[in-house]
């Protein structure tokens, strides 16, 4: 570095840079130090913009990134919890043959509080047969399901594929339930012809089953069985 004493004015400066840092070092410190000299040697000289942004980048940067964040979208919010709640998978599994103006059901117990959005049922679907099933949930009284219903889904025949599936019903609106409640889910279906609910013969589940000879006939427990099921519920 070459300084013309008299005046304090810098006529010629030069810095070999790759001599004090080394190739390797950053560009930006090397700018940023090469101002602190020409402020040393000059007091009056104003920094230039290009070394004052690299001077102070990393403040520049954080201050984007939160403008960023805060004029971005919001970020959505997280889906309800959903779980799986009572069920019934079966230790000993059979088909429970009921027919077409029948009706079957399975208590249980909630043990979650919230909204009852789902039910999986483990059916035997005829592919021949066309027609609706329907299932709803209902309340107990005195240990038997009830005619009404807290809600009600259906789903149509000719989505289902021949022979034993999980079929899933999606309950909307929802059902309300608490933890500790018992309820019932009851099905039943429209159109000619008969249909499986699989259940387990060895009534190794909680709650038990139902059958009803058609719509108006009330429903008759079975304690030897249990139908396959299970609920889900966002809480």
Known sequence: MERIPGNGTVNHL???LDH?????QSRR?????????ALAVMPGLQPPDSVGAAGSGKE???????????NGNPTPAPEPNVVADAACQGLNVSGFIIGSDGRAAQSFTSKATGDLIQADLTLDHFSISDGEYF?????????????????????D????PGGQSI??????????????????LVLSRAGAGEFTWRGDFNNSCPGRAFFSANVSAPFEPNNQNDFLFTTFVRT
């Open 135 to 155: 299932l709803r949930v209902a309340n107990l009284v005195d240990g038997h399901p009830t005619e009404q219903a807290l809600t009600t889904a259906r789903v």
């Open 60 to 70: 520049h940067g954080r201050k984007r990134r939160r403008k960023k964040r805060h």
């Open 14 to 16: 030069h810095i070999d």
């Open 157 to 160: 025949d000719r989505t289902l």
């Open 167 to 184: 079929v899933s019903f999606t309950f909307d609106p929802p059902a309300p339930v608490r933890a500790g409640n018992s309820y019932a």
């Open 20 to 24: 004090l840092f080394g190739q390797h």
């Open 29 to 37: 410190r090397a700018l940023a130090l090469l101002a602190g000299v």
